[in-house]
């Protein structure tokens, strides 16, 4: 958690545009983002902060938007939440274990995607709650809403489609566009094009739906440009193709392949990524086991020797 809030100051030391942080229960890792990214929040200015993704079988909704709403004000508006029906995780059903279970005649995923229809409707800001007439503050008039409201986040919501039916379900509901390194194999074509293909699926759905402002699209990639004998040893053997395999009984997914080479290399596959040049935002994992002045070292690297070329700043 400490060496998460280093390294997102450290970025935006450097010129970074965003931190966002991977969320799974009952893993060694960031499980309850709220407390880092008011942390993060609160010790930067300009840099976006927000999740790839939180699962929203495990969440209450209506808690989790006065976690979001606080969040968002202590960073100034800064926050991008990504959220998304949840992925396989470290425990069968662990979203039983946090009291939580699908409706009859539902499944998990059902319960994933309406969870987040109600945190995208509290967000609104609406009064919805029936007031006290004996309270123990004074009440405005009217219904009450959720506290603290921070105006403006419900358009900074993301959605992490795996499959081009949830990119359009996304779309329709006004959410950003989250595609990570994994989608369902829907064609059988390579990683990068599938993803494209969902963009604009997701786009044309975006456009039909009539909303009146323009929507926001990441794609995740591993990138690592070799740089010196480090990178080479770290990251010189690196998967470089993509590869299908199942992650749920009967459900085939595409893995996209991790980049690592030299700048003048990698800059020409990149340029060939046709997902890559459908999104307006790139979101680089890194290996945080390595530290925080490996990671700012890695960053810094693409920042200086290909974002220039891609025209990514």
Do not use: C
């Amino acid at each position: 958690m400490l060496q998460s809030i280093d390294l997102a100051v450290a970025a935006e030391e450097i010129g970074v545009d965003g931190a966002y942080f991977r969320v799974h229960h009952f893993a060694r890792q960031l499980a309850s983002p709220f407390p880092l990214l008011s942390a993060i929040g609160a010790k930067t200015s300009k840099i976006e902060i927000g999740t790839g993704v939180i699962d929203m079988r495990y969440e209450n909704p209506l808690y989790m938007v006065e976690d979001a709403g606080a969040a968002d004000l202590i960073s100034g508006g800064r926050l991008q939440l990504g959220i998304s029906r949840g992925s396989p995780e470290q425990v069968i059903e662990g979203w039983r274990y946090f009291g939580y279970q699908p409706e009859e005649g539902r499944d998990d995923a059902d319960m994933g995607r309406q969870k987040a229809l109600e945190f995208l409707d509290k967000l609104k800001g609406n009064g919805f709650a029936r007031p006290n007439p004996q309270p123990m503050f004074p009440n405005p008039p009217g219904l009450l809403r959720l506290e603290p409201y921070s105006e403006g986040l419900r358009e900074r919501i993301w959605w992490g489609a795996g499959s081009n039916a949830t990119a359009v379900w996304a779309a329709e509901q006004g959410m950003n566009l989250q595609s990570s390194t994994l989608k369902f194999d829907e064609s059988g074509k390579p990683f990068h094009i599938q993803q494209a293909e969902q963009i604009r699926l997701y786009k044309d759905a975006w456009k039909k739906a009539g909303h009146q402002r323009e929507p926001r699209v990441s794609v995740s990639r591993s990138i690592f440009a070799l740089v010196n004998d480090q990178d080479k040893q770290y990251f010189g053997q690196a998967k470089g193709a993509d590869s299908f395999g199942y992650i749920e009984p009967e459900k085939r997914a595409v893995f996209g392949k991790s980049y690592a080479a030299e700048p003048d290399q990698l800059i020409k596959e990149l340029a060939q990524d046709e997902a890559i040049q459908e999104a307006d935002t790139v979101l680089l994992t890194i290996p945080n086991t390595l530290g925080v002045e490996y990671n700012i070292h890695v960053l810094s690297a693409i920042l200086e020797h290909v974002a220039p070329a891609l025209g990514w700043r």
